[in-house]
């Protein structure tokens, strides 16, 4: 079982940043794929970012060039850095973990962490 805890949400003003962090148990942290999703009021899930076990990343369009993904793998943690955030931000922020373990895949969530970009 692989627990994730996320932190650094809250309340910022149009143009902010936060820091969000997600912390995850075990040993094999290196070896998962981590990835930030979020969900708007009222829309679904969507992804907004991930990298790899070996450092590369990818972002969905709308966050380009004003969040960024890193990981800590000495630290078990992942970190989403948002810049210049707008009020369509706005949604409950999720890490999740992917991996396989012999060869069966799993994949686990934590328990989000909600971000509000208002003024």
């Known amino acids: 079982q692989v627990q994730l805890v996320e932190s650094g949400g809250g309340l910022v003003q149009p143009g902010g940043s936060l820091r969000l962090s997600c912390a995850t148990s075990?040993?094999?942290?290196?070896?998962?794929?981590m990835a930030w999703y979020r969900q708007p009021p009222g829309k679904q899930r969507e992804l907004v970012a991930h990298i790899t076990s070996g450092g590369r990343t990818n972002y969905a369009d709308s966050i380009k060039g004003r969040f960024t993904i890193s990981r800590d793998n000495a630290k078990n943690t992942v970190y989403l850095q948002m810049n210049s955030l707008k009020p369509e931000d706005t949604a409950v922020y999720y890490c999740k973990a992917a991996g396989d373990r012999a060869s069966i895949p799993f994949v686990y969530w934590g328990q989000g962490t909600q971000v509000t970009v208002s003024s």
């Open positions: 075990g040993s094999l942290f290196s070896l998962y794929t």
